[in-house]
């Protein structure tokens, strides 16, 4: 299976900080990575897909790049409504895996 | 729009069965994989099963293989997580998820579109 490691595991911010969460594959994946964010109580939303579209409706400060086994999550100014867990997920391969996740906090 | 909605959860002992069902609305459910993705108690994701649209194919996480049964009804936009043999490492929130393609194992750009708001499996005796 393809192992999906994040960092950090939580990271402390502010509101209009800069945010960049990392996610590494165990072996290649192209660009078939998958970003979510999920809130206390609630289901995961897809944010971003092969590694850099936003999805529809998602705000244009999120970002994603990366390709091969490194891929990146940033949120360029950070909203109140940020703050909450991110999990990468990988499309290359079944089982389909994600990364543990990165909680954001103030 | 998409709706998901999971039911069949609750608390049942270990060795025991459950089947979960996921109503689809919004969408076609025959033109879509889908799949169930579960999630302990503070603890992340993990894929638990899929199936392609047609149910020609379909898939497990090792740790639920011979025990868990994944179907489909599209006639009924229904979803099935038939699971046997309970343990308690089975507790979790089950969701009923969408994919974006047809087939649960297709490698590109599949993402997983759309998520039910999840219902609670607990193994306890």
């Known amino acids: 299976d393809i192992q999906m490691t994040q960092s950090p595991s939580s990271l402390s911010a502010s509101v209009g900080d800069r945010v960049t969460i990392t996610c590494r594959a165990s072996?290649?994946?192209?660009?078939?990575l998958n970003w979510y964010q999920q809130k206390p109580g609630k289901a995961p939303k897809l944010l971003i897909y092969?590694?850099?579209n936003l999805q529809s409706g998602v705000p244009s400060r999120f970002s994603g790049s990366g390709s091969g086994t490194e891929f990146t999550l940033t949120i360029s100014t950070l909203q109140p409504e940020d703050f909450a867990t991110y999990s990468c997920?990988?499309?290359?391969?079944?089982?389909?895996?994600f990364g543990l996740g990165t909680k954001v906090e103030v | 729009e998409v709706q998901l909605v999971e039911s069949g959860g609750g608390l049942v002992q270990p060795g025991r069965s459950l089947r979960l069902s996921c109503a689809a609305s919004?969408?076609?459910?025959?033109?879509?994989?889908m799949h169930w993705v579960r999630q302990a108690p503070g603890k992340g994701l993990e894929w638990v099963a899929g199936i392609s649209w047609n149910s020609g194919s379909l898939g497990y996480v090792d740790s639920v293989k011979g025990r868990f049964t994944i179907s489909r009804d599209n006639a009924k936009n229904s979803l099935y997580l038939q699971m046997n043999s309970l343990r308690a490492e089975d507790t979790a929130f089950y969701y009923c998820?969408?994919?974006?393609?047809?087939?649960?194992?297709?490698?590109?750009?599949?993402?997983?579109?759309?998520w039910g708001q999840g219902t609670l499996v607990t193994v306890s005796s």
């Open positions: 998820v969408k994919d974006r393609g047809t087939y649960y194992d297709s490698s590109g750009l599949w993402p997983l579109d759309d």
């Open positions: 997920q990988q499309n290359y391969d079944t089982p389909r895996t």
């Open positions: 072996q290649t994946i192209d660009t078939y």
């Open positions: 092969g590694a850099s």
């Open positions: 919004g969408f076609k459910l025959r033109d879509y994989a």
